[in-house]
């Protein structure tokens, strides 16, 4: 009993130290874009380039440590959720979805892994100006051996995980995981804002990513692949500066967030 006891009390901790590393990424994510609007420097707001831009101090290094482990937690945990179900969703029909909604959500910390484990390794090429050479080589590959319906597939899945973002921040679909009683009122009301503009923002960016990658599928031409950063390019040059400052302002607010979910994580119903 006092072995189980332990081993769910770790389990419990990798959600907690998942939420802090994810935290840490979206908030220097928004911080970046909005240096790169303010022309303080170009680019690199992208889970990538962030890591290329860390790995050139020391300091860095360790952060990129700190994130790589901290992720792999919340990826862990997101599909121990979604297997052992803590929640109580259930297996029916609504269940199903809102439990492969959950393995759906970890796409993009499964390529933050990926990234920060190659530039720990020193076998990536990622370059910090948030251009997205790699993935485009990759499409690329793909298109050639494959065909274009794999990488359409890829751009639907971004989308999905897009309408899932936005629909977990206007249902407040995050409150069950959230002890939200053990803050303030005032601090109640300010967490929803943050979590409402956080998953917007990040249901926006997932959601232009996701629809280049199937055009890129559709028209059989790589060159179309956008990452996090050219998806904030694309929002500055096509919809508007304001547009792009809230959008960077919303993702720092998604970093906060996290933070907060990560002090006052709920592990179930309870």
Known sequence: MESTRNKRTIIHYLPVYGCIATGIIYGAIGVIAMLSFLKVRHGGADESSLMAILDEYVIGKIIIWVILLGTLCYVLWR??????????????????????????STIADILIVYAAVRVLLGTSHYQTDGQPREEREMVQKMLQHYGQWPVISIGVIY????????????????????????FSPFFRKLLHVLAWLGYLARGIILGIIGFFFVKAGVVENAGYVV????????????????????????????????????IAYDVDED
Do not use: S, W
């Open 159 to 182: 989308a999905a995980t897009a309408v899932i973002q936005l629909f977990y921040g206007i249902t407040r679909g995050y409150r069950e995981r959230v002890d939200i009683e053990r």
């Open 227 to 262: 990452n996090t950063d050219q998806a904030f390019d694309f929002v500055g040059d096509h919809i508007g500066h304001v547009y792009f400052i809230f959008v960077a302002i919303a993702t720092i607010c998604y970093g906060v967030f996290m933070f907060a979910q990560g």
């Open 79 to 104: 599909f121990y959720e979604a297997v052992t179900d803590p929640y109580d969703y259930g297996k029916n029909f609504k269940g199903i979805i809102k439990r492969t909604g959950i393995a759906l």
